[in-house]
């Protein structure tokens, strides 16, 4: 979500992204304005169930401020395999949001996003905007409704070639069509105190609804993806390990490994 693709992308919604938002809301309830950021390192960028590091580490960051009122605004950005689409080294999301406080220890945020892929010359224009509305309690659980207009998707096109044997050669297409992406996530506190820190436990669970592209007739495309794992928290700095899967049915949508594996985060806010 939603300060940092739910830092997202590294893991979307990976459950320390709910860390990112949460402390500086809860800031804005007692100062005008507050500012901060974090800097991540991951063992796979993972986001909505695929790989944009294919299974390699990334480095991340976010730089945010927040007023009052519940505003709030800032940048993330985090590195990503080159030989993915569309071939930029790093991206990069500008992102800006209210949040409004609700009885019952309920709060709902409305954000919108631009996601633009930076770094060097692009094969194709990859780029995206995505509005979400996401309801929080008791800031540890997340649920949360995004639509985006123009969503990139990829189809596979296969070539043949050769003169003497028949070679053939998979090329992925983009294509824009509108997506809808629900998700939900949360943390539990396990332990308190533990060296100094505390112990989590963390899950997050999402579907994503891609509409047929404009050339092509039938229904559209959507996978279910999720994580589940631990967290600790100490001070400063938290440290994330989780188990994350999609439904195969994602490679029909993105030209990224479905990412069925673990993973680790290592965050440091400041």
């Known amino acids: ?51 944009e590091s294919d299974g390699q580490g990334a480095l991340q960051a976010d730089l945010h401020g927040s007023t009052a009122g519940g505003t709030f605004a800032g940048v993330w950005a985090s590195t990503r395999d080159r030989n993915l689409e569309p071939g930029t080294p790093a991206e990069m999301q500008l992102y800006l949001g209210q949040r409004i406080d609700l009885d019952g220890g309920w709060s709902a945020t409305l954000s919108g996003r631009a996601d633009y892929y ?95 592209p404009g050339h092509e007739a039938g229904p559209g495309i959507g996978y279910l993806y999720g994580n589940a794992g631990l967290a600790f928290e100490r001070r400063r700095w938290r440290l994330d390990l989780g188990y994350f899967a999609a439904q195969s049915r994602a490679a029909q949508l993105f030209a990224y490994p479905v990412a069925k594996r673990l993973a680790a985060t290592l965050s440091w806010q400041f």
């Open 1 to 51: 979500m939603i300060v940092s693709r739910r830092c997202r992308r590294a893991a979307a919604p990976s459950a320390w992204a709910l860390w990112l938002l949460w402390p500086h809301c809860g800031h804005c309830q007692s100062t005008p304005a507050s500012f901060g950021g974090v800097l991540a390192v991951t063992s796979d960028y993972i986001y909505r169930g695929v790989s």
């Open 118 to 212: 930076v770094g060097g010359p692009a094969d194709h224009s990859g780029d995206y905007q995505e509005i979400s509305a996401s309801l929080t309690w008791l800031d540890r659980c997340t649920f949360s409704l995004s639509v985006i207009p123009n969503a990139v998707r990829y189809t596979t096109v296969v070539s043949w070639y050769g003169e003497y044997a028949a070679q053939y050669q998979y090329q992925y297409q983009p294509y824009r069509s509108a997506a809808l992406v629900g998700d939900g996530s949360g943390q539990w506190l396990l332990r308190d105190g533990l060296l100094g820190g505390a112990l989590y436990a963390t899950a997050a669970a999402g579907y994503y609804y891609s509409s047929a």
